[in-house]
């Protein structure tokens, strides 16, 4: 069976920092693209980082130089580093496996759907408030 398990979630004050962490198993890591794809209340997911089987990382405009995303093959683990956190980070963070590499057309803003991801995990809890 796949499975993708995050943790590293939390509550952190505008300005701080967290980093997830994911660990996957049953699939051959490196053959597939990577992604944090993120649910806040009463809004749409949104894929907020990519990182390619070539390392190659993508972020919505609203995350670029605050999260940086990466991967470990060797591990089969996959990271999100989050600084500068900021009120609107606020989401349920998930670890996603695309169905699909990546391509311009997937960018989008950052919007997607379940539909677009093969697997994901069960999700980790993000809270940046004052």
């Known amino acids: 069976d796949v499975q993708l398990v995050e943790s590293g979630g939390g509550a952190k004050q505008p300005g701080g920092s967290l980093r997830l962490a994911c660990v996957v198993s049953?699939?051959?890591?490196?053959?597939?693209?990577m992604a944090w794809v993120r649910q806040a209340p009463g809004k749409g997911l949104e894929w907020v980082a990519w990182i390619s089987t070539s390392w190659t990382p993508v972020y919505i405009e609203s995350v670029k130089g605050r999260f940086t995303i990466s991967r470990d093959n060797d591990r089969n683990e996959l990271s999100l580093h989050m600084t500068n956190l900021k009120i609107e980070d606020t989401a349920v963070y998930y670890c996603?496996?695309?169905?699909?590499?990546?391509?311009?057309?997937?960018?989008?803003?950052?919007?997607?759907?379940?539909?677009?991801?093969?697997?994901w995990g069960q999700g980790t809890q993000v809270n940046v408030s004052s």
């Open positions: 049953g699939l051959t890591y490196s053959n597939w693209d």
């Open positions: 996603a496996a695309p169905r699909d590499h990546w391509t311009s057309e997937l960018y989008r803003g950052g919007a997607t759907s379940w539909s677009e991801f093969r697997y």
